[in-house]
């Protein structure tokens, strides 16, 4: 691992970083804090801002200056945060959003699909149709289900592909996606976790070969896949406690290496 000069270690969040939805643990806090001293990081995931100030940011006991070399990317990379010494907190630099119409026009499609369909649940747990900006996301049950009831609703996958099926018929110009095992997400076409690298590599100008990824879900099909297609050098672990061990193993070589933040390990 990490046999060409490295600048930046880029991560997924939910398993890889944290069990999902669930805060960074005190180890992996403290393991980031440490590599925040030795490299530019970057956490990129298509959850919202507020789940990264939950499962992360609050986590995180440093000094200010070292949250410098932190690179925040929720929703896939179509917003980007970064922490502002002046005021203290976190600032957005930028965000790309599906345009009004652009989601009145998703969610009527996804609304009508699902009635349609007898997808439409009359009791939900939390929002069904949930804006998050850049994406419009289907959850059957709602957004607030118990695992259990997700995993039992469709364990074929029929029933949220004949959903997304009807949407991407309907709505040519957009890319409508299979998501978790209730969910039916729709983007604009090629948002992914290489767009949101790649327009953050953009902005440092930094080159692919000075990044290494982290991911659980790197293979064909995974949410992590695009990142490995792109020529970055990609990690493959199952879960957090995976991530864990390699980092002690990063942090290691980069301490008889003798390197700090903005250098690269050979």
Not at 29 to 44: D, H, R
Not at 121 to 133: A, T
Not at 245 to 259: E, K, Q
Request: glycine content about 8%; hydrophobic content about 40%.
């Amino acid at each position: 691992m990490l046999t060409i000069p490295v600048t930046m270690l880029a991560f997924d969040l939910d398993d890889t970083l944290a069990v999902t939805k669930s805060p960074v643990s005190p180890i992996m806090a403290t393991l980031l804090g440490e590599l925040l001293s030795v490299f530019q990081v970057c956490v990129i995931s298509g959850g919202r801002w507020e789940q990264f100030e939950s499962q992360l940011v609050k986590r995180l006991l440093v000094e200010p200056e070292l949250l410098l070399n932190l690179h925040l990317l929720p929703t896939s990379g179509t917003r980007y945060y970064r922490f502002d010494d002046t005021q203290g907190s976190w600032a957005q630099q930028y965000a790309e959003d599906l345009t009004e119409t652009e989601k009145q026009v998703v969610i009527a499609v996804l609304q009508d699909g699902a009635v349609e369909l007898g997808l439409w649940e009359d009791s939900p747990f939390g929002e069904i149709i949930e804006d998050r900006g850049f994406q419009i996301t289907f959850s059957a049950l709602g957004q607030l289900a118990p695992p259990a009831a997700k995993y039992a609703w469709d364990p074929s996958g029929s029933k949220k592909n004949s959903l997304r099926e009807y949407a991407a018929s309907r709505l040519p110009n957009l890319d409508v996606k299979v998501g978790g095992s209730t969910s039916v997400d729709v983007t604009r076409l090629g948002i992914n976790k290489a767009y949101g690298l790649r327009r953050l590599l953009t902005l440092l100008e930094l080159k692919r070969d000075e990044v290494v990824y982290f991911g659980d879900q790197l293979q064909d099909g995974g949410n992590d896949a695009s990142v490995r297609t792109m020529g970055i050098e990609c990690v493959a672990v199952q879960n957090s406690k995976d991530t864990e061990v390699a980092l002690r193993a990063v942090l290691a070589v980069a301490g008889r290496s003798g390197r700090r933040a903005g250098g690269s390990l050979n």
